[in-house]
């Protein structure tokens, strides 16, 4: 972890409710299927929030496992172990990146000094399920492990309409709109003009 200070007052308090989301059965699950994603060469953390950080703090796992999920076709060309700080940042943001070109959208994504800094690692577990479902939603051949550890994605229920049912539905009016049946212009007077009042009985 990098050299922070303890926190204190309302700094602790919002540390202790983001710590409160971390998901240690989550975690159980993500590090199987990064393990089988990437193979054993990965090892393991020690089942704890601080080993899960640990192991991922340098970004070699984060960028194996999104090199994993493209085939041959790998977005991150060199993965390197290295023990300065600003090399291991960079392979996690290298992992940002290649996580939003896959399809992990923005809101789902955590920062470099949530993971490094241990800042909110419930948001970088929310960034691996995202993954984990988007791989199992592709079902492209690259996934590997149970596709029961993660949901999958809602898909695109895309509809095609002809030009003719195109130009039908801007002829009716929505009932939003109120309605207009019924409608009519009998009794209506030219404007401009006082109603008229005819007594026709004699």
């Known amino acids: 972890m990098a050299n922070r200070g303890p926190a204190y007052g309302l700094s602790r308090e919002v540390q202790s409710k983001i710590d409160k989301k971390y998901d240690p059965e989550l975690e159980e699950r993500l590090v199987e299927w990064i393990v089988a994603q990437c193979g054993p060469g990965v090892g393991r953390p020690e089942p704890d929030k601080t080993g899960f950080q640990k192991w991922l703090k340098d970004g070699c796992v984060l960028c194996e496992l999104i090199n994993s999920l493209h085939g041959a076709?790998?977005?991150?060309?060199?993965?390197?172990t290295s023990s300065m700080a600003f090399k291991q940042m960079e392979q996690i943001s290298m992992f940002l990146k290649a996580a939003?070109?896959?399809?992990?959208?923005?809101?789902d994504m955590f920062?470099?000094?949530?993971?490094?800094?241990?800042?909110?690692?419930?948001?970088?577990?929310?960034?691996?399920?995202?993954?984990?479902?988007?791989?199992?939603?592709?079902?492209?051949?690259?996934?590997?492990?149970?596709?029961?550890w993660f949901p999958k994605k809602s898909q695109e229920n895309r509809r095609d309409f002809s030009?003719?049912?195109?130009?039908?539905?801007?002829?009716?009016?929505?009932?939003?709109?109120?309605?207009?049946?019924g409608a009519s212009q009998a009794g209506m007077t030219g404007y401009g003009r006082p109603r008229q009042i005819i007594n026709n009985n004699p």
């Open 111 to 148: 920062q470099t000094v949530d993971l490094y800094e241990s800042k909110d690692l419930a948001a970088v577990q929310r960034t691996l399920l995202a993954l984990g479902s988007l791989a199992v939603t592709k079902n492209d051949g690259n996934y590997k492990g149970d596709p029961n």
């Open 163 to 181: 030009e003719d049912q195109l130009n039908e539905g801007r002829n009716v009016i929505g009932l939003q709109m109120g309605t207009n049946r």
């Open 73 to 80: 076709n790998k977005p991150i060309k060199s993965v390197k």
């Open 100 to 107: 939003e070109s896959y399809g992990v959208i923005k809101t």
